[in-house]
């Protein structure tokens, strides 16, 4: 599946992007707020699209003035599985929330990263998941659980997934120095734990330091 | 709707967006290396209130294709809420401590900055998953 594009398991179409952007928010939109918060297809695209969903009263318009404005109808039988598919992305990250906290040892942190995390996923994206692992979990179970988590991801998305373990000692050692977690830091989604603790690292102001004395112990 | 809001372009959503997480990251780097957090808590509370205002203005362009402008929190709050109800319900912590964290010569309570930290916390997290 395509993450940033959720409605496209069901239609490749401008409506399933359309259809998105008016779930997602219970307001009124002119075609214009539309072609802002889409950032590519074009306005006469959107118009036309609208008018076909307003045919099939998924969407409602009302006149303000000179223009249009346009809303989900909350009401129609359709309504909650569109609300459903615009949420998928919130929906993979509840269910790795749940998952990893029925772990014996649940990771320090859990966060998409990659495509994922960002909006130029595609349906050949793989999802990549960051874990840092205890440092007193065992490595064989460790293993297996990421190995299963994964499997479980493929099979709700349809993507490869690959899971990237860093253990808590690794990151407080060397996280300043690795790429991919400043990458993490700076884009990635957590579904558990504290992204906060892992900057702090990352930017190697815990690593070496003791909190509260505002120096390098 | 009441509230005045202006219409976002991709530089709007990208500037605010590196505002929220300068802001967000600043409030935990002065709290991580405070003596006391009662030291630095109405300087943090205010780094929070302005992560999560630029925070709330990303949830909003990328949600709505609009963000809020001016200094009428109601408004605001009642924008974001078109969104997330209790997004705006954290929106709506911090826009109550702004005043007292900025301009009041009341200290701001650990309590009401660790309320701060978690609202802030929430907005930043929702305005990276925002579409």
């Not at chain 1, 072609?35 to 006469?44: F, N």
């Not at chain 1, 045919?55 to 809303?71: F, K, M």
């Not at chain 2, 809001?5 to 405070?34: H, M, N, W, Y």
Request: net charge neutral.
């Amino acid at each position: 599946m395509e993450l940033s594009r959720p409605l496209s398991v069901i239609t490749p179409t401008l409506d399933g992007d359309v259809l998105r952007v008016l779930a997602l928010a219970d307001a009124d939109f002119t075609s214009g707020d539309i072609h802002r918060v889409l950032d590519g297809p074009s306005i006469r695209g959107i118009h036309n699209t609208l008018g076909r969903l307003t045919e099939q009263g998924i969407v409602s318009r009302r006149p303000a003035g000179r223009a249009n404005l346009y809303r989900l109808n909350r009401e129609h039988l359709a309504a909650p599985y569109v609300i459903g598919l615009a949420r998928l992305r919130d929906e993979l990250l509840d269910r790795l929330r749940s998952e990893v906290r029925a772990w014996p040892a649940p990771p320090l942190v859990g966060a998409l990263f990659g495509s994922a995390a960002r909006r130029d996923h595609s349906p050949q994206s793989d999802i990549d998941i960051l874990l840092v692992r205890p440092d007193d979990a065992s490595d064989d179970i460790w293993d297996d659980l990421a190995d299963s988590l994964s499997a479980l991801v493929t099979a709700w998305t349809g993507n490869d997934c690959r899971t990237l373990t860093f253990t808590q000692s690794q990151v407080q050692d060397r996280g300043a120095n690795e790429p991919v977690l400043e990458d993490v830091v700076r884009e990635g989604m957590a579904f558990h734990g504290d992204l906060q603790w892992l900057a702090s690292a990352v930017k190697g102001r815990s690593a070496g330091r003791s909190p509260g004395r505002g120096k390098a112990s | 709707m009441t509230s005045r809001t202006r219409k976002c372009t991709p530089a709007i959503v990208s500037g605010r967006r590196r505002k929220a997480e300068q802001f967000a990251d600043a409030f935990a780097t002065i709290l991580e290396f405070a003596d006391e957090p009662g030291d630095v808590s109405d300087a943090c509370a205010t780094l929070a209130v302005h992560a999560g205002i630029a925070a709330a203005d990303v949830i909003c362009c990328t949600t709505l294709g609009r963000h809020h402008q001016g200094e009428d929190h109601r408004g605001a709050i009642d924008l974001l809420a078109s969104v997330d109800t209790g997004l705006a319900r954290h929106l709506k912590t911090l826009l109550d401590l702004k005043t007292l964290a900025g301009y009041s010569h009341d200290p701001i309570t650990l309590a009401a900055l660790k309320k701060a930290g978690r609202a802030m916390t929430a907005l930043v997290d929702a305005a990276r998953r925002a579409p």
